[in-house]
């Protein structure tokens, strides 16, 4: 029987979440499976990774394929280093604790890597949005500067429209008073 160690689908859509599984080369891509070896989820940055790699290096020991993404896994949590290390412990190139020093930095170095690329990840996202804060703050001064001007501008035209009315009014009021009254007019038409 012919094991593939694959990726099966689960999630919903546009949320991909996979479980690392050997099966059957047979069986449906999400159908009967022999072994769970793991989870595997591209939606967080940087994606999510669980593998039990003990039982992942006993199917390839044993023959299984894995596919190009499923190697790519087994990579990265070192299934595949771990795999040449017993091949060369059984070929007596290597002897368990040789083997067993190299996984242990190849994991340390690996772990460091992991960490630096959070801690990127998550300082450009703290950059981003303090770049982001500041445009926004550079956005509302401009609003409060144009709503100031607006409002100062509506404060002077109140204020021109009041001196309008003030001197329309003194103006009415020195007519009046250049105007004679009926009885002036009466008086002089007498005379």
Do not use: C
């Not at 499976?33 to 790699?53: R, S």
């Not at 309008?164 to 007019?185: D, I, Q, S």
């Amino acid at each position: 029987m012919p094991v593939k160690i694959r990726l099966q689908r689960h999630g919903k859509k546009g949320k991909p979440f996979f479980w690392v599984v050997a099966a059957d080369a047979r069986a449906k891509r999400d159908g009967k499976f022999l072994e769970k070896l793991g989870i595997y989820n591209p939606t967080t940055n940087p994606a999510t990774v669980e593998l039990n790699v003990d039982a992942s290096v006993k199917w390839l020991r044993n023959g299984a394929q894995p596919t190009d993404t499923a190697r790519r896994i087994l990579s990265y949590k070192g299934a595949m280093l771990k795999k040449h290390l017993l091949a060369g412990v059984d070929k007596g190139a290597l002897t368990e604790e040789q083997a067993h020093e190299k996984m242990e930095a190849w994991l340390k170095e690996k772990e460091d890597k992991v960490f630096a690329k959070s801690q990127e990840v998550s300082q450009s996202a703290a950059d981003a949005k303090q770049k982001a804060l500041e445009v926004e703050k550079e956005k509302n001064a401009k609003r409060e500067a144009e709503a100031k001007a607006v409002e100062e501008e509506a404060a002077a035209a109140a204020k021109a429209a009041e001196d309008e009315a003030k001197a329309k009014a003194e103006a009415e009021e020195a007519e009046k008073a250049e105007e004679p009254t009926a009885e002036e007019n009466s008086e002089e038409k007498k005379a």
